[in-house]
């Protein structure tokens, strides 16, 4: 099993500003949120993956619950992607479905979804991309079934714990599409990874 790309981590705290820290040099401490980006190739297929995970403070066992409300927003904008998952429906359309669902729930989303497997990025259908949430020519392609999606997004969410602080919540998981229903191989994350 090896890398088709550099995992990452980016750390979110408290007072700091922006889409989180990646000073190669930063410590992470209690109280962090950490956003791991990772992949792996195994029997020639691919895996594209984020995960949140919080480092706890003293005493506490779980994660503050603003940030708890955060993941089951991205969890939210996940279902509101796949919701829209049809045969011979385009990625565009997809895209504006899914945002129109997902404001629709009071969701701040962003999406970025693509086929995966002998690739990182597959062939196929774009649904938006990581710059443009109205259109993308390569959203002009049709959902086919029997593909394996890397489904990528993001809900930003205000930290009431961090002092209102607008955090985004980035999550990618990869799934199956049958051409009926969509589903998770592996499960998806929907609680956050704790560390002691």
């Known amino acids: 099993m090896v890398n088709w790309s550099q995992p990452s981590v980016r750390i979110f705290r408290r007072g700091a500003p922006g889409s989180g ?4 040099d930063a410590v992470i401490q209690k109280g962090d949120m950490l956003h791991i980006d990772l ?12 995960h949140l995970a919080y480092v706890l403070r003293d005493g506490e066992v779980d994660a503050p619950a603003g940030l708890k409300a955060g993941l089951q927003d991205a969890n939210g904008v996940q279902d509101a992607i796949t919701s829209e998952f049809r045969v011979g429906t385009t990625g565009n359309v997809i895209l504006a479905c899914a945002r129109a669902v997902a404001l629709a729930k009071g969701l701040q989303p962003w999406i970025y979804s693509h086929p995966i497997g002998f690739y990182g990025h597959g062939p196929g259908s774009a649904i938006g991309l990581s ?19 890397s489904i990528e997004s993001r809900a930003s969410r205000a930290v009431p714990e961090w002092d209102d602080a ?13 051409g009926n229903r969509v589903t998770y191989p592996d499960g998806r994350q929907m ?5 002691k």
């Not at 992949?39 to 984020?50: F, I, N, S």
């Not at 710059?131 to 999606?149: C, F, H, M, S």
């Not at 609680?191 to 560390?195: G, S, T, Y």
Request: glycine share 4%.
């Open 191 to 195: 609680q956050f990874h704790l560390i």
């Open 39 to 50: 992949t792996t190739t195994y029997l020639g297929l691919r895996t594209d993956m984020q």
């Open 131 to 149: 710059e443009e949430q109205k259109y993308v020519p390569q959203g002009d392609y049709t959902l086919r079934a029997n593909i394996l999606w």
């Open 166 to 178: 607008v955090v985004n919540f980035e999550t990618e998981e990869d799934a199956y599409f049958d």
């Open 21 to 24: 820290l990646r000073d190669k």
